[in-house]
């Protein structure tokens, strides 16, 4: 139980363009979500916090207008990176909480490997 | 600022060995913490919770000890096995971003055969 599906796994796109990252809890409802960005060799960054229904909130140093968050329902949050450029490119992985306890385990997708030529 | 800290160099081990693994953070006072096991290119995975109050855990091959007064947790993989080579993260929660999960930068564990 409890899969965090993200799509897609991998994306190439040109400079300027945006690109939209989905995440869905497959057999479990979550009214969190969080968006982390991992650099190579380097831990994940959390990025906001997802939540359904209501504005995701950022953590320090990440704009939102770049990077926006939608949470339309308790299985789906999604992350669109707007005009990307390269420096953009890294390895972003969504989680999900199972609704209830703020101790529960993260359940991760397999990452989402963006890279902006 | 709070500050989780892991050693950055790999460890590296004979498989059978025990590895352990260090967690240390500053400026934290949390009610629990998580450790995770990350492969390359893929999301971390949730592996054990522990709380302040429980100072050890076992699961299976898998220990964990909590010590609030030295603001460490150690985690140790006993009879250690080439396909436990992962990178190990430890995430403290509770205190201040009580439902925020921040990891701290991970060891890469290597087990040789």
């Known amino acids: 139980g409890a899969v965090v599906s993200q799509h897609p796994s991998r994306v190439i796109c040109k400079s300027g363009t945006s690109v939209k990252i989905e995440c869905r809890s497959l057999d479990f409802q979550a009214t969190t979500m969080f968006w982390y960005r991992q650099f190579p060799k380097q831990s994940l960054m959390l990025m906001a916090t997802?939540?359904?229904?209501?504005?995701?909130?950022?953590e320090q140093g990440v704009e939102k207008d770049k990077f926006l968050i939608n949470h339309a329902s308790l299985t789906l949050s999604t992350l669109t990176v707007t005009s990307a450029h390269p420096e953009d490119s890294s390895f972003y992985i969504c989680?999900?909480?199972?609704?209830?306890?703020?101790?529960?385990?993260?359940?991760f997708g397999n990452g989402t490997r963006l890279t902006v030529t | 600022s709070q500050k989780i800290e892991q050693n950055s160099e790999a460890l590296n081990i004979q498989e059978g060995k025990t590895a352990t693994l260090t967690c240390n953070y500053t400026n934290y006072s949390p009610a629990y913490l998580q450790w995770y096991r990350q492969d390359p290119g893929r999301g971390p995975v949730f592996l054990l919770l522990?709380?302040?109050?429980?100072k050890k855990k076992r699961k299976e091959r898998l220990k964990v000890t909590f010590d609030t007064t030295l603001k460490q947790s150690l985690f140790h993989i006993t009879a250690s096995q080439p396909a436990d080579s992962a990178t190990y993260l430890c995430a403290p929660l509770g205190g201040d971003s009580s439902y925020k999960l921040i990891f701290g930068s991970g060891t890469r564990l290597l087990v040789r055969p």
């Open positions: 989680s999900a909480r199972v609704a209830g306890s703020y101790n529960s385990p993260l359940h």
């Open positions: 522990i709380r302040e109050n429980e």
């Open positions: 997802s939540n359904e229904g209501s504005k995701a909130t950022y």
